[in-house]
């Protein structure tokens, strides 16, 4: 263990930011273009992640635990919102017979 | 070896989450999903935040990630509906996408920061020092996301039964 964490020493922090600004890019290109609600849902975590990761290390940089701490209650935030938002999935597919969300368009106007 | 791996990892984060948006069928996004996710608990070692490490593993890969095959085995979805978006929508979104990270990275330019990651205090990511601080500076939040979850759970359980009357 102690030989991987002198390894990160090396790594600038700009270059964490990037990788987060890059998954996160990713989760919202694939929220704009799915329209299967449950990849949707998927691309939503991966920006949760694509955070999560950037705060911790923030955290590591300021040498801070409150960073830490904090994706902690981001991950209970989203283990809540899966919840809720499966069961809604599950509900709108017991209504309209499919996940597509381009069916619920009522809500547009 | 050392910085490198940092690297062969992001790379293989990037490439699946790339994975994850771009599969046409929902069960293979699930499973590249939880690749993408093991490779943020590689990233989560490497920082040294071992708590946070095996919270990912076990909550992320093992509770999110079971809850989303579940749901998708129990929707069904056997004809996959052949529903996509029009081209000009997915290139308009890919556009949008980029710009997004232009704009981040650019924002990032004007920072000037790029000192290299030190860990100053090896056992900051560690449950002893991570528990100390969750009990004390962040008592109340801890407490009231145990309310969330109730909450989470009594809606949860409130909005998959099936409506009684109807029935």
């Known amino acids: 263990m102690e030989d991987v964490t002198q390894a990160i020493q090396g790594v600038p922090l700009n270059h964490y930011i990037l990788l987060s600004a890059v998954i996160f890019a990713i989760g919202v290109i694939g929220v704009l273009i799915r329209r299967d609600a449950i990849v949707i849902f998927m691309s939503i975590e991966l920006m949760l992640n694509a955070v999560n990761l950037l705060l911790t290390a923030f955290s590591v940089h300021h040498n801070d635990a409150s960073g830490q701490v904090f994706v902690f209650f981001i991950m209970a935030l989203a283990a809540a919102e899966v919840a809720v938002g499966l069961a809604i999935i599950v509900m709108i597919f017991r209504n309209t017979n499919s996940t597509d969300v381009n069916v619920l368009n009522k809500l547009k106007w | ?167």
């Open chain 2, 1 to 167: 070896m050392s910085v490198s791996l940092f690297y062969f990892v992001a790379f293989l984060s990037i490439f699946f989450a790339l994975l994850v948006i771009f599969a046409k069928n929902p069960v293979h996004s699930v499973l590249y999903l939880i690749v993408t996710f093991f490779t943020f608990t590689i990233h989560y070692i490497l920082l040294n935040a071992q708590f946070l490490a095996i919270v990912n593993f076990i909550v992320y890969m093992g509770a999110i990630m079971v809850l989303f095959l579940f749901v998708l085995m129990l929707l069904n979805l056997n004809e996959s509906q052949g529903s996509s978006k029009p081209t000009l929508i997915k290139v308009i979104g890919v556009i949008a996408g980029m710009c997004l990270v232009i704009t981040l990275i650019g924002s990032m330019k004007a920072l000037h920061v790029s000192d290299p990651l030190i860990l100053k205090t090896q056992d900051l990511g560690l449950v002893k020092n991570l528990g100390k601080v969750l009990f004390s500076k962040f008592l109340l939040p801890f407490e009231i996301s145990s309310l969330l979850l109730l909450s989470a759970m009594v809606g949860a359980v409130l909005l998959a039964k099936k409506d009684i009357k109807q029935a």
